[in-house]
């Protein structure tokens, strides 16, 4: 019973964040969106890394090439490859504290669109622009919030 209550409160989670990256923004500060999905996912995949993995990620990514429109498969591949990352190094990366945390989901964000603008350029044959790497830069200041807030909501739920 608790799993599936476990699951349930992480599903929760990632759907606000879903929910947040589909929110419109002014026009101006939509090149600097974090990857609100994605860096959900990076929590739980170091804080839980026994329920969240590439299977959630795989799932979470196609639900974002839906509803997003993009070619089916792209973001599943892109989160799938970072989670990889961050689950299978999940007991370094707990120790090291939050601003080297910051830095280093910085860099899994940068190869995240790096990784993207690659694919697309095959796909779509879109051409780089730096502007590509802003979400890397905010969704590293946003890690110093994230962490914080999921971290209580998983002890104050017990999420195990």
């Known amino acids: ?11 929760l989670s990632v759907f606000v964040a879903l929910v947040m990256a589909l929110m419109p923004l002014p026009f101006s500060l939509e090149p600097f969106r974090p990857d609100w999905v994605l860096l959900v996912l990076m929590y739980w995949s170091l804080a839980v890394p026994h329920r969240v993995n ?35 190094n999940f007991q370094k990366i707990r120790n090291f504290s939050i601003w080297q945390q910051a830095v280093l989901i910085g860099l899994f964000l940068a190869l995240y669109h790096l990784l993207q603008f690659w694919l697309n350029h095959f796909l779509l044959d ?34 195990r």
Not at 1 to 11: F, G, W, Y
Not at 72 to 88: F, K
Not at 142 to 151: A, H, K, M, Q, T
């Open 126 to 159: 879109i051409y780089f622009n730096p502007h590509y790497l802003w979400p890397a830069v905010t969704g590293m200041v946003c890690w110093l919030w994230i962490f914080p807030l999921l971290r209580k909501y998983r002890r104050q739920f017990r999420i």
């Open 54 to 88: 590439i299977g959630w990620a795989w799932m979470t990514g196609l639900i974002i090439d839906l509803a997003m429109g993009a070619p089916l498969g792209v973001n599943s591949l892109t989160y799938s490859i970072c989670i990889y990352i961050t689950a299978s």
């Open 1 to 11: 019973m608790m799993s599936k209550h476990s699951n349930l409160l992480i599903a």
